[in-house]
């Protein structure tokens, strides 16, 4: 009942902010299928405001990357004290966390399976315990899982699954099921989901 739930919950918000957010060729069918916002059965979309429009792209992003309100807003501040182009920054850090690089990997089939793995202590960043789903990874790190079956399994079942291409910043060893963070990503390698100028510009006012 409860996963249910969880799926129409994100039909509602990819169907809310316009697009597949999560990536699942399945909300792409729902989208073809139901193009309106949930509420909107015939009314078109209207024209929102410029605080509106700045709002749904960070709303894209935060759902994207499935973390909280708090956590995005630690993120834009390090990537603005860090210098440079402010949105590359972000994009880059967002990257980083350890749950999306596992899912990059392609150890795990949804960002939401990756942060499980590692909230429940199934992975080893550098031979230690993660369980910090926020980590950010850093060049050479390497990502292991742990012995025992139940962890084996899942993790051997996700990449068996996944069609996904591996990032050329990452490498993954499948029959070890484990791998390596060979360098930082560029920002031209990060797929573009949302504008991020719109985000830098909602959190600088």
Do not use: C
């Amino acid at each position: 009942m409860a996963r249910n739930s969880s799926r129409k919950a994100k039909g509602k918000i990819v169907r809310r902010l316009g697009v597949n957010i999560f990536g699942n060729p399945k909300y792409e069918r729902l989208l073809e299928k139901r193009p309106n916002p949930p509420g909107m059965h015939t009314r078109r979309r209207g024209r929102l405001s410029d605080y509106g429009t700045q709002l749904v792209e960070k709303q894209k992003l935060r759902f994207h990357y499935g973390i909280a309100e708090r956590q995005f807003r630690t993120i834009f501040a390090k990537a603005k004290s860090m210098g440079g182009v402010t949105g590359d920054t972000m994009m880059i850090l967002l990257e980083r966390r350890l749950d999306n690089v596992v899912y990059r990997m392609g150890l795990a089939a949804t960002r939401s399976q990756a942060r499980q793995l590692v909230l429940h202590g199934h992975l080893a960043l550098n031979g230690r315990k993660a369980s910090t789903p926020s980590q950010l990874v850093s060049a050479g790190d390497k990502i292991t899982v742990k012995e025992r079956k139940s962890s084996q399994t899942m993790v051997h079942d996700a990449i068996e699954a996944n069609h996904r291409e591996v990032p050329s910043w990452l490498m993954v060893d499948a029959k070890a099921s484990a791998g390596m963070v060979i360098r930082m990503p560029e920002r031209s390698e990060i797929p573009t989901i949302a504008n991020e100028q719109l985000i830098v510009e909602f959190y600088s006012k």
